[in-house]
């Protein structure tokens, strides 16, 4: 390029031009002898003389109207798309001039990111005293009058919580019985660290407030596992709404069975939360670094529905979770579909991709289980997250993968790594996917079962 055609170039691209002309016709006189429209020919700059109306044009040296697009080359503009004033780059594609900064067509996605760290729980923090007495269980402490969690019937809960420095939330604790409903609302008690360690308990009667503790009244929901002393926790609590005449009621399903509707009941809310897919397991057979995928989290369903439509009765079906991979690198199972009859039913989770010897699968990267989708009724339906890949590998740097995929009542089990020997971890409660089995010797490491389903069956009273 010669000196001067260099300059014409740059002054081209770097906005000198001044558009001419008017309603949605732009006229524009170049420095550089453009003397034809070619695809590949330099792009133009140019500062906008009006704001457009519509679909417009754009003539370069007398050389005949062309169409403006935007980028992607298919949708012509709208009005405002061009500002007066306004620095626009034209580029022609053969057929029309694309404006570079007018976007009609998404950017491909770029790769996903690391997994963050996992969140705490919604709450407060207190740590959990042995003791079932109800009595003060000292600074940022609460205790349960039982060691079984499902046979708690009160608490007591320091006026000071555990959070650093101890902070004073007395009068947030004192108004979970403030409600006028018989169920005054939902304490949910979470381990920190362990979540599938949890109790919910109904707030079913009025406060005790001593001095520098407050006792509840509880009535067991539902609950997993074990709390040690001195166990972080967090607790956190749903306020049932006044009665308006009415009462609330809320039966809980973690296996099949029959709902029968409370008497009086006019409406409900059904919540179905499908199981999540078992992690792939992984055996290296002393030679291949092996992890299976993880489990894919299952569907959550939720749905409102009459009295007339529910019936005397429906059945309750809990689908089963998927199957933990084998340690011969076995495929996860797919868990199945849980539903309330034919009023609603969501899908379990896909079983994660095992990896090794028993598998067609030993080197390379495997896909995770799809999340549970696709199933039927209610009002709002929630995919369940696929879970993360899994691996084989002959040689060369450990990696992260094989993790169980979210659900939307429950967390996936955690991502593995594939130089070490991990058996898989079962998916949290509800419907989250079980993470996959790593081994780096000759033993095999299975997978993790998928996280279970669950039923929730809200009922207002008349």
Not at 200 to 206: E, L, S, V
Not at 277 to 296: K, R
């Amino acid at each position: 390029m010669t000196d001067r055609g260099q300059t014409d170039h740059i002054w081209d691209t770097s906005a000198q031009i001044d558009s001419t002309g008017s309603a949605n016709a732009y006229v524009i006189a170049t420095a550089q002898a453009i003397t034809g429209y070619a695809r590949g020919m330099p792009p133009i700059r140019f500062k906008a003389n009006f704001g457009n109306t519509g679909s417009a044009t754009a003539n370069i040296n007398g050389l005949g109207a062309v169409t403006l697009k935007k980028t992607g080359g298919t949708a012509n503009l709208a009005s405002g798309d061009i500002a007066s004033s306004g620095v626009y780059t034209l580029v022609y594609d053969g057929a029309n001039f694309q404006v570079l900064e007018l976007n009609s067509l998404p950017g491909a996605a770029g790769a996903n990111g690391a997994d963050g760290a996992n969140g705490v729980a919604a709450g407060l923090r207190w740590n959990f005293d042995s003791s079932t007495s109800m009595a003060d269980p000292g600074t940022g402490d609460f205790r349960l009058n039982n060691a079984t969690l499902a046979s708690v019937t009160a608490a007591a809960v320091s006026d000071l919580t555990g959070e650093t420095g101890n902070p004073d939330a007395s009068a947030w604790v004192l108004s979970w019985d403030d409600s006028t409903n018989a169920v005054r609302g939902t304490l949910i008690v979470k381990k920190i660290g362990a979540e599938q360690n949890f109790a919910i308990y109904n707030i079913t009667g009025a406060s005790t407030d001593n001095s520098g503790w407050t006792q509840l009244v509880l009535t067991h929901v539902t609950s997993n596992g074990s709390l040690s002393n001195a166990d972080p926790c967090v607790l956190n609590f749903v306020r049932a709404g006044n009665s308006g005449g009415g009462t609330v009621a809320v039966q809980v399903f973690t296996s099949s069975g029959t709902y029968t509707p409370t008497a009086g009941m006019v409406s409900a809310i059904v919540e179905a939360q499908a199981a999540g897919g078992g992690g792939g397991g992984g055996d290296s057979n002393g030679v291949t670094q092996q992890l299976g995928a993880g489990g894919g989290g299952g569907e959550y369903r939720r749905g409102v529905f009459s009295a007339a439509t529910i019936g005397a009765s429906q059945s309750v079906t809990i689908g089963a979770v998927g199957a933990a991979g084998s340690t011969t690198g076995g495929n996860g199972g797919n868990a199945s579909a849980t539903s309330l009859g034919a009023l609603i039913s969501a899908n379990g989770g896909s079983g994660g991709i095992g990896s090794g010897s028993n598998s067609t699968n030993s080197t390379g990267n495997y896909a995770g289980g799809a999340g549970g989708s696709g199933g039927s009724g209610g009002h709002l339906a929630i995919s369940g997250k696929s879970g993360t890949y899994g691996m084989g590998r002959s040689s060369g740097a450990a990696n992260w993968g094989g993790g169980g995929g979210d659900s939307f009542l429950g967390h996936g089990a955690d991502d593995k790594l594939t130089d070490q020997d991990l058996t898989g971890v079962t998916g949290g409660n509800y419907g989250g996917g079980g993470s996959g089995g790593s081994d780096d010797d000759t033993s095999g490491s299975a997978g993790g079962a998928g996280g279970p389903g669950i039923v929730i069956v809200t009922e207002f009273i008349a």
